[in-house]
């Protein structure tokens, strides 16, 4: 950064304390506290149908418990598999449709209009419709929900239907960074419109691909709301993601010890990824900001 | 080339209606008769009802929820715009220690599933008797929807020319005096994006509003339409006359202010 | 109208930038300062620091007889033309030009004649009611000083404030400056990076580089008797020719510099001492003059550039080339001072 950065205001400092605080307390009380409680949740033994048992520290039984149950493991590779398959389906879609919102050049605002109502609607709205939509009209006779690996089909075109909009968002915004300029003396150098789309598109939109391909991974780690409505984890657990087996295993089976160890590896593997991505690819998604 | 170009337009409308037609289906059923909803579906029905939006309204009650949504939407709103525009405003204008740190956290919080927060919150909130309340979800709402609002505003104050508020200052202004007289008035259009993505995300959230709330009271618009029982089956019908009805104000939203929400969105993320 | 006086201010960043060598300066009570330099020499930092958004990290401002450096901006008492003008946008020109007045609690009536003057006198009463976007950057440069004339201040700042201007307007804008100064004797600081508003609007310029002061003087002296060659070369266009000094055929320590300005030479014999010979390479007619580039005949290629009056010779002839001998400047070649005769 410059250093001929505006540093002035040293005069006002004391203002700084009282503008971060509330969001600093909020962010402290409302989410880090309750993570470290979360943590500590997971290292006890905790059934809240069983309260004379008390809460006693189990170190990580419950993450060993976690490790040895088939349910479990189903439930890790299931969120890694749905993430593996669906993002990088998103992220090409994205990329075929922002090319082609680029070519409109009437009918801006209604083409936006159109890419972020699926993202702007709820998701479990998305996923009932797309439920509907695959109990009885697509292929009456097929039973999508009722067979395990074709259940997972409407899950995936319900995330896919409301979030590749939004992908294709962010990439035509990073498609509209690229200096029209640079396209111009290629095709003069030369270079038709498939070589000038790899040699030169291509590598300017990594930045913005990247960043748009980690916020779909972390999503679809944390995937829940679609799979409740969809199949609620059916048939069986067949569908179950790890999000929602710590959910029942909390709120329907009320077991807070466990639960929250599953939550916790549910945090360890979006935040883990998180580390990863940005040490892996050395730019921090809070980028060029600070 | 108009061949070609007539083919890109083609494909982009055909690309584009793709998009609506879940939206259309939705609509069109839920003014089918519940009788008719599975059979092969006509492009303009022929037999119109409103059956579902009457039993949505009467013996449902809907508007509860609706309420609910909206008033827990407004709270979260009220409350997470100004914390976090004052805090972008101060990470975006002073230069202090740990302001790295404090963004770096605040984007971090954004990253948490929101499962891992769930147990702790629960226990918390019931002791306190804030389950099944407004209270109870606004508290949630603010905290994670603040990041977001925080991240936006910094970048929009970021972009805010500093020489307004020193003219100011030099104009014998206390620094207070130039934030209303000078920053407030053209933050505005930040502050309005920020306070459209807030509501937004508490008028789609579900899994906070499913653990939270107990009772159909208190039920947010989501888990309401999740929580459809009928006697036999899922009434289809009336849940999708719900989901229509709850992509109403979404769908205001999203036309009326589509290009300052394009905007927010992309000014961080292109930009890595 | 009050003196300014900087006592050993130093301004360095966290990152270890340093913006400012400790430095004293005094300006007195209506004087017009203009401190020039390439980008980055410190100039608005400077100037910031007088106005107070920056705080220095060693030394004390004084402003009036008072040291102001612990007090914020708008205990100051001065006005700023930014280089952007800063005029607030959702504000009509009316409003602008009284901000700094109602800021200040300034009764009505007085702030009502005083903006009423003030756009009298930069011709802007027919645009009281219009917003910022309405006007054109001629327009909105005055309103701009408008706002600073207003605030009758201690004295007044201006950070580059013609750089956004179309070349034609800038000669009257920088009129206008020069009368404001006539008319309100007031201490004026002035920061720019054209050499040309430099020397014709200061009583005294300051040459920056990297932080330091390399010179200060009236605009004269600073052309004529330039005290290195960063100053040299800086002040003047074309810029001042550099020779090693026995092509000049002048005495000079070995291995110094000569330096002469291109309006300094003369083509021709002219019934001068012989100079020396060279070759015309390039004519770059400017309308009432002409640049002329000379290859000099001397050990090494050296071009010189020479502004011509009358019909310029032309590209390729040959030609005896002279020197106003008092017109050189010596300079040390390893350390760029000025060396004296």
């Given amino acids: ?290 | 080339m108009s061949a070609a170009r007539g083919l890109r337009v083609a494909a982009a409308i055909g690309l584009l209606g793709l998009l609506l037609v879940p939206i259309y289906w939705m609509v069109v059923s839920s003014l089918t008769p519940e009788a008719r909803l599975f059979e092969a579906p006509h492009l303009v029905p022929r037999t119109v009802t409103f059956e579902h939006y009457r039993a949505l309204f009467g013996e449902r009650q809907f508007l509860v929820p609706i309420r609910n949504s909206f008033v827990v939407a407004a709270l979260t709103t009220l409350l997470a715009v100004p914390v976090a525009a004052s805090c972008a405003y101060a990470i975006a204008r002073f230069r202090f220690r740990g302001r790295g740190l404090l963004l770096a956290l605040i984007l971090s919080v954004s990253m948490f599933p929101q499962i891992s927060i769930v147990p702790p919150l629960f226990l918390v909130l019931r002791a306190l008797g804030l389950l099944d309340t407004y209270p109870g979800l606004v508290l949630p709402y603010v905290t994670f929807s603040t990041p977001l609002a925080v991240w936006l505003l910094t970048g929009f104050f970021r972009q805010l020319p500093p020489d307004l508020e020193e003219a100011a200052l030099l104009d014998g202004a206390s620094r207070l005096r130039a934030l209303v007289d000078v920053v407030l008035p053209l933050a505005a259009p930040g502050v309005a994006t920020a306070a459209i993505l807030t509501f937004l995300y508490c008028w789609n959230e579900f899994l906070f509003a499913l653990s939270f709330t107990l009772g159909p009271e208190r039920q947010t618009v989501p888990v309401a339409v999740t929580l459809f029982r009928g006697r036999y089956q899922v009434p289809w019908g009336q849940v999708l006359a719900a989901t229509a009805v709850a992509t109403i104000p979404v769908a205001l939203l999203v036309a009326g202010f589509q290009r300052r929400i394009v905007a927010g969105l992309t000014s961080g993320a292109s930009k890595g | 109208m009050a003196a300014i006086r900087f006592e050993g201010i130093e301004k360095v960043y966290p990152n270890g930038h340093v913006a400012l060598r400790p430095l004293t300066l005094e300006i007195a009570d209506g004087e017009f300062l203009v401190l020039v330099g390439p980008s980055g020499c410190g100039k608005s930092t400077l100037l910031r620091l007088v106005a107070g958004l920056e705080t220095p990290t060693a030394g004390r401002i004084v402003i009036g007889g008072s040291d102001v450096t612990e007090l914020p901006p708008q205990a100051r008492d001065l006005a700023m033309v930014f280089q952007s003008y800063a005029l607030y946008p959702h504000m009509t020109v009316r409003e602008n030009l009284a901000y700094g007045l109602k800021v200040r609690g300034t009764p009505k009536d007085v702030r009502a004649e005083r903006v009423a003057t003030v756009a009298q006198a930069l011709d802007l009463s027919q645009l009281l009611d219009r917003r910022p976007a309405q006007l054109s950057g001629g327009q909105r440069q005055r309103v701009a000083l408008g706002r600073a004339m207003v605030r009758q201040p201690k004295a007044f700042l201006f950070d580059e404030p013609l750089s956004n201007l179309d070349p034609a307007l800038r000669a009257q804008a920088r009129a206008e400056i020069a009368r404001l100064h006539q008319a309100l004797a007031s201490t004026i600081v002035y920061v720019t990076h054209d050499q040309e508003e430099a020397m014709t609007l200061g009583r005294r310029v300051a040459v920056m580089r990297q932080g330091v002061i390399e010179q200060i003087a009236p605009p004269l002296e600073v052309y004529a008797r330039p005290q290195n060659i960063f100053v040299a070369r800086f002040i003047g266009a074309p810029p001042m020719n550099l020779v090693p000094a026995r092509v000049l055929g002048i005495e000079a320590p070995d291995g110094a510099l000569a330096g002469i300005r291109p309006h300094d030479i003369a083509i021709g014999t002219d019934g001068r001492p012989t100079g020396v010979q060279a070759i015309v390479e390039l004519v770059e007619p400017r309308g009432h003059d002409a640049v002329v580039h000379l290859r000099l005949d001397a050990p090494g290629t050296l071009v010189v550039l020479a502004v011509v009056q009358n019909e310029p010779p032309a590209v390729g002839s040959r030609l005896q080339v002279s020197f106003e001998a008092d017109r050189i400047c010596r300079f040390d070649e390893r350390t760029g001072a000025r060396l004296r005769q």
């Fill in chain 1, 1 to 290: 950064m410059s250093p001929r950065l505006r540093s002035g205001q040293e005069h006002e400092r004391w203002l700084v304390p009282l503008l971060v605080g509330p969001a600093l307390a909020f962010i402290l009380i409302g989410s880090l506290v309750p993570i470290a409680a979360t943590v500590w949740e997971a290292l006890h033994g905790h059934d809240l149908r069983l309260p004379w048992l008390g809460r006693p520290f189990i170190g990580l039984d419950n993450f060993i418990e976690a490790a040895g149950d088939p349910r479990f493991r189903a439930a890790l590779v299931h969120t890694v598999v749905f993430a593996t398959v669906t993002v990088p389906l998103e992220i090409g879609l994205g990329l075929a449709l922002a090319l082609v919102m680029q070519t409109a050049t009437h009918g801006r605002s209604a083409v936006r209009v159109v890419a972020l109502l699926p993202w702007a609607i709820p998701t479990v709205v998305a996923a009932l419709v797309v439920r509907f939509m695959f109990e009885g009209l697509i292929s009456p006779s097929f039973d999508w929900l009722v067979r395990p690996l074709a259940a997972w089909v409407p899950i995936g075109v319900a995330d896919v239907w409301k979030t590749t909009p939004f992908v294709a968002i962010l990439l035509l915004a990073g498609l509209q960074t690229i200096d029209p300029a640079l396209h111009e003396a290629a095709s003069i150098d030369g270079a038709g419109p498939g070589r000038r789309f790899l040699t030169i598109t291509m590598p300017l939109l990594i930045p913005t691909l990247v960043v748009a391909a980690a916020f779909r991974i972390l999503d679809a780690l944390r995937l829940f709301d679609t799979v409740y409505v969809i199949t609620a984890g059916g048939p069986g657990t067949a569908t179950e993601p790890l999000s929602m087996y710590a959910f029942i295993a909390l709120m329907q089976r009320l077991r807070f010890g466990y639960g929250s160890a599953l939550s916790v590896t549910v945090f360890l593997l979006t935040f883990g990824f998180a580390l990863v991505w940005v040490r892996t690819l050395g730019r921090s998604l809070v980028g060029d900001r600070v």
